[in-house]
């Protein structure tokens, strides 16, 4: 059971570059989450989906794009990356919202830079 | 007003102290609240959820005043292992969509 895992760990773009990170679940969880976190920022909520096939804009979508096509992933899209994206990107999977105190899993991160 | 605000430390502690951290939120309507910990260049992960009447979990004990609108934690026998970023964590009610909003977080360092 490996819970959320995220590929890549790391990666270094040049502004303009595009890439895709994914995120993958095996806890059937419904409800999967990508936030950025940045320093002095606390973490924001870009994009989340509340099961397959929908998805729904965070706090900052801007600059990012996500598709949710099987349950167990969730990928996170950058067409034309600039530098203020350089950040860390976290997934997270949850139950449904229906009950309080669900908790969130994150996976380990995604280190993103942008030159 | 942020929607989650938190005094960010450093706290500095021995080991043995005790320490407390506080945390307010904006939204009265919030229903859901936790303490996820982070430690350095890893995810967050839930410490523990805050129920109304408070809650205990060994050294960790939340407590919540909704007529404040504040979170506490607070760490009994600081151990060498608790050294962290706490994050407290408001579940933003309004769908049911499990929208959590963190705070920046409280950075603990605790001393030998």
């Known amino acids: 059971n490996a819970g959320v895992t995220q590929t890549p760990k790391f990666r270094v773009l040049k502004t303009g570059q595009s890439m895709t990170l994914l995120c993958a679940q095996d806890m059937n969880h419904e409800y999967m989450y990508w936030y950025r976190q940045d320093p002095g920022m606390g973490l924001r909520l870009i994009h989340y989906s509340v099961g397959e096939g929908t998805t729904a804009k965070g706090e900052v979508p801007d600059g990012y794009n996500v598709s949710r096509l099987k349950k167990q992933n969730f990928l996170l899209g950058l067409e034309s990356a600039a530098p203020s994206q350089t950040s860390v990107y976290f997934c997270?999977?949850?139950?449904?919202?229906?009950?309080?105190?669900?908790?969130?899993?994150f996976g380990p991160g995604t280190r993103l830079t942008v030159l | 007003r942020k929607e989650v605000e938190q005094d960010p430390g450093p706290f500095n502690v021995p080991e043995g102290a005790t320490v407390a951290f506080n945390c307010t939120y904006s939204?009265?309507?919030?229903?859901?609240f936790f303490w996820y910990r982070q430690d350095c260049r890893k995810e967050p992960k839930l410490l523990m959820s805050v129920y109304s009447s408070g809650n205990e979990d060994g050294r960790f004990t939340a407590q919540l005043n909704r007529a404040s609108q504040y979170i506490s934690l607070l760490i009994r026998d600081s151990k060498l292992s608790d050294s962290a970023t706490y994050l407290c964590v408001v579940n933003w009610e309004g769908g049911a969509t499990n929208k959590l909003i963190f705070g920046t977080g409280t950075l603990l360092a605790v001393q030998p």
């Open positions: 939204n009265s309507a919030s229903q859901s």
């Open positions: 997270a999977s949850g139950t449904s919202g229906g009950t309080s105190y669900n908790e969130q899993f």
